[in-house]
Structures are given as structure tokens and as C-alpha cells.
């Protein structure tokens, strides 16, 4: 069974920072990309950031661009996301997702995910 936990949201304040961790069992976690999401109350779901576990390339959407980093660890089948200089507007439901490789030629910013966690909340105060 597949599965994806992330852990490491929380309440932080304008301009810090939190590190999200995903932890993954159930897949070959080598043949697959992990992407990261969020979801503010009333928005769509909006794409961050993803890592290709094949290759190692990484991708970040503008909101986050500068600001994070990704990384994966093979060896725990786990990727982080570091969130640096946090916003209010970086409240949201922080997810991960896998999706097995290559899965479109646009990256992994653009394919459509599977396999998902439950989410962490991240809150941001001003």
C-alpha cells in the first residue's frame, strides 16, 4: 500500500521558517517523483515544488522560488521541503504526493499526482 505522511507543519511567525518532511513506504521510491502542494480555505490547490528521484532534478513554482529548498533522501524514502521567510499567505494545508517516472514531458511540476498524504497545517502569523 502506498502511503505518505507528512509531518513538520505548525504555527510560525512572518519571516520564519519551517522544514516539511514526507515519509513514504509502498512504491519504489527510485522510479518516482514527489511533489509538493498546498491549499489555502477557499483556493485551489497550487503546486510548490517537486524532485525527481530518477535524475534528482528539482522544480519550484514562483510563490516559493528563492525561498525553499527541496531534498530527498533515498536511503529513508523521505523528501523535505524547507520554507524560508515565511508569509501569511503561506497559510495553507501543506501536502506531498508521489507519481511514478516519467509521467509527461513537462516535469514533474506538471504531472498529475496519484498518490497523496493527509497534509500538515502550516499557519503563518503577522
Known amino acids: 500500500e502506498v502511503q505518505l505522511v507528512e509531518s513538520g507543519g505548525g504555527l510560525v511567525q512572518t519571516g520564519g521558517s519551517l522544514r516539511l518532511s514526507c515519509a513514504t513506504s509502498?512504491?519504489?521510491?527510485?522510479?518516482?517523483?514527489i511533489g509538493w502542494f498546498r491549499q489555502a480555505p477557499g483556493k485551489k490547490r497550487e503546486v510548490l515544488s517537486c524532485i525527481s528521484n530518477l535524475d534528482g532534478h528539482t522544480n519550484f513554482a514562483a510563490s516559493v522560488k528563492g525561498r525553499s529548498t527541496i531534498s530527498s533522501d533515498n536511503a529513508k524514502s523521505a523528501v523535505y521541503l524547507q520554507l524560508n521567510n515565511l508569509k501569511p499567505e503561506d497559510t495553507a494545508v501543506y501536502y506531498c504526493?508521489?507519481?511514478?517516472?516519467?509521467?509527461?514531458?513537462?516535469?514533474?511540476?506538471?504531472?498529475?499526482?496519484?498518490?497523496w498524504g493527509q497534509g500538515t497545517q502550516v499557519t503563518v502569523s503577522s
Open positions: 509502498g512504491f519504489s521510491f527510485d522510479d518516482y517523483a
Open positions: 504526493a508521489a507519481e511514478w517516472e516519467p509521467s509527461g514531458p513537462l516535469g514533474c511540476l506538471f504531472y498529475e499526482y496519484d498518490h
